[in-house]
């Protein structure tokens, strides 16, 4: 599976009735990516997900990058 990357500010979380999403701005673009409580601390913030095989890596401003298995 080639590399994703998602990347923008988080305003807020949306609920759909399957699952929570982060919605991310950027541009005039937004993305939904699906929630994890990690996401949280980037609230109001920059911050890029790249997606590698079975886990994501999140990179918040200018905190270090987590990585977190799927």
Do not use: C, H
Not at 55 to 66: A, E, N, P, Q, V
């Amino acid at each position: 599976m080639p590399e994703q990357r998602r990347s923008g500010i988080y305003p807020r979380s949306v609920q759909f009735v399957s699952r929570k999403y982060a919605l991310v701005e950027r541009w005039r673009e937004l993305n939904f990516v699906p929630w994890q409580p990690v996401i949280e601390k980037a609230l109001g913030q920059q911050f890029t997900g790249l997606a590698r095989g079975s886990g994501i890596s999140w990179d918040f401003g200018r905190m270090r990058r987590l990585g977190l298995g799927m």
